[in-house]
């Protein structure tokens, strides 16, 4: 399948560099799967598509201040994106995987925030390996010195309110660079009249890593390398979504990371079941999903992979329509912009 068909445009006045305030006065177009037109409301508004039994499945992953401004002992500024660990250093301490922008090699001392950390190996694919001494909490670092990684269409700095905007309300497991963002738009209250309708949630945690930003660049999709993120989804988990399939309810994906670690459960060679490890699972038409009926999420880049995965519920003309409605009604897009129900 062509990538091309995957391309849209976007005027760049709809890409959102800020948050709406409150979290769920962004917007919401909502529609079914297949067909028909499209209702257009708020966040504030979701209760009224949802009904007793539905399940929301939330990423509950927390983004930490991943982006590391020093420089190198020898001389010379250079930025550094935290990825995840990647097990222990030589001497005790902790192994990062990451991005570095400015020119280092293996053995080069960076400086970052008085802490000395080495280049232990640099990759094909562009990725660093940093080691830091032995006693260094690296996430405790981060919180001291580093900024909150903004995607690159968000073009600003980041801000002191992005700590806590650019993070979900129940985020409490640090590990991801890039917010799931469908999840930015709920609150406590909200959480709770959805409780008070019969609506309940479960957990998954979804590292996100910056392949998320990566368009895919090759002719067909099927020849595109997907990324891989680290995901788990307990038992209690589960058991949520087979309770409410038995009882006739949907289980709706709050975000395509939800979406992401919910088929990489399924995939097992048993079928659903607790899951835990990496997934390089790329969701595409002709496929299907086998545990999503319907999905909160945010409006997406031109040929990303998450676009391809959102076309797996609506098909890929519909999906163009729905983003033809959106951008003739001028909904806010991407990481800090409006959202879409699809049910």
């Not at 529609?31 to 509950?60: K, S």
């Not at 909200?190 to 368009?215: N, Q, S, W, Y």
């Not at 969701?283 to 990303?304: K, Y």
């Amino acid at each position: 399948m062509d990538t091309a068909r995957f391309d849209y445009t976007l005027p760049p006045q709809l890409i959102a560099q800020h948050p709406a305030e409150p979290r769920d006065a962004a917007r919401l177009l909502v529609a079914a799967r297949d067909q028909g037109e499209a209702t257009h409301a708020t966040i504030a508004d979701l209760a009224r598509f949802l009904r007793p039994g539905d399940l929301l499945v939330l990423n509950r992953t927390r983004v930490f201040p991943a982006r590391l401004f020093g420089a190198k002992v020898s001389g010379g500024e250079v930025e550094v994106l935290l990825v995840h660990r990647d097990g222990g250093a030589a001497d005790g301490g902790e192994r990062w995987r990451c991005l570095v922008r400015g020119r280092v090699r293996v053995g080069q001392a960076i400086d970052l925030g008085g802490v000395i950390a080495t280049v232990s190996a640099c990759d094909e694919n562009g990725d660093r390996k940093l080691d830091f001494p032995a006693g260094v909490d690296v996430l405790a670092l981060c919180e001291r010195i580093g900024h909150v990684p903004l995607p690159p269409y968000i073009r600003r700095g980041d801000e002191a309110g992005d700590r806590e905007r650019y993070q979900s309300v129940f985020a409490d497991r640090p590990g991801s660079v890039a917010a799931p963002t469908a999840s930015l738009h709920l609150t406590p209250a909200l959480l709770e009249r959805l409780r008070a309708l019969g609506v309940e949630t479960a957990l998954v945690d979804l590292a996100i890593g910056p392949g998320t930003f990566k368009p895919v660049s090759t002719e067909r999709i099927e020849d595109h390398l997907i990324h891989a993120e680290h995901c788990s989804c307990p038992s209690e988990t589960i058991a949520a979504i087979v309770a409410c399939q038995q009882r006739g309810g949907r289980v709706i994906a709050v975000g395509t990371t939800v979406v992401r670690t919910l088929e990489s459960a399924a995939a097992q060679a048993g079928g659903l079941a607790p899951y835990a490890g990496w997934t390089s699972i790329f969701l595409h038409p002709p496929q299907t999903l086998r545990v999503v009926d319907g999905l909160l999420t945010n409006f997406h880049l031109p040929r990303s992979s998450l676009l391809m995965l959102v076309s797996c519920l609506t098909g890929i003309d519909r999906l163009h329509m729905l983003y033809r409605e959106a951008i003739a009604r001028e909904y806010r897009f991407y990481s800090y912009g409006d959202a879409m129900l699809i049910l």
